[in-house]
């Protein structure tokens, strides 16, 4: 579970669930990133969107869901070769 504002993600689990989990983690970048950094997502918008539409229905939560399906695979495509990276530089440690 995650709330975003401006610059920042707040975060109510912990921050290694938040990492191990692709899709969340592209939905809170696209409303830090893509509506609160342009100002299209304030405190007022969001709740007027909410008051509307409530939760699942509201746009800003639509195009989020929206932008994290449509670049999850290559997104978990791009973690799974950064890990392999990470990993072979690992094994190649002297122990
Ligand atoms: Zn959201």
Redesign the pocket.
Known sequence: MAT?RRRRIYLRGSAAEFFDDPTLLL??YF?VLKQWEPGLLTVRHYFLEWLRHGYWRNR??IE??DFATAHFLHFRALLARAKSRTGAADESRPA
């Open positions: 975003t939905h809170e409303h800003f939560e989020a869901r």
